[in-house]
């Protein structure tokens, strides 16, 4: 059974980072197309980031976090990880790991506030 636990996330000031981390088990992780979603209040849920395997481990971003959010894998330790620099107030959300897409395997979100 697939099992995805994010951690990480909390309240930051404008300007700061944040790394979250998504422990995954129950599937193939190391072949697995993995991606970072998130939904702010009132909003519908985005597409941040996604990894795939192939291509030298590929990465994409939304136009909103290109140059300021990084992910990136341990298959070592089973872990999808989401560095983001430089927060921004409109980066406040629910972030939610995911493997596989819509259809796939999701974790429960970890919460992100950036507020002075």
């Known amino acids: 059974q697939a099992h995805l636990v994010e951690s990480g996330g909390g309240l930051v000031q404008p300007g700061g980072s944040l790394r979250l981390s998504c422990a995954a088990s129950?599937?193939?992780?190391?072949?697995?197309?993995m991606n970072w979603y998130r939904q702010a209040p009132g909003k519908e849920r985005e597409l941040v980031a996604t990894?795939?395997?192939?291509?030298?481990?590929?990465?994409t971003y939304s136009d909103s976090v290109k140059g300021r959010f990084t992910i990136s894998r341990d298959i070592g330790k089973n872990t999808l990880y989401l560095q983001m620099n430089s927060l921004k107030p409109d980066d406040t959300a629910v972030y939610y790991c995911n493997a596989w897409g819509p259809q796939g395997f999701w974790g429960q979100g970890t919460q992100v506030i950036v507020s002075s």
């Open positions: 129950g599937f193939t992780f190391s072949s697995a197309v």
């Open positions: 990894e795939y395997v192939t291509a030298g481990f590929k990465t």
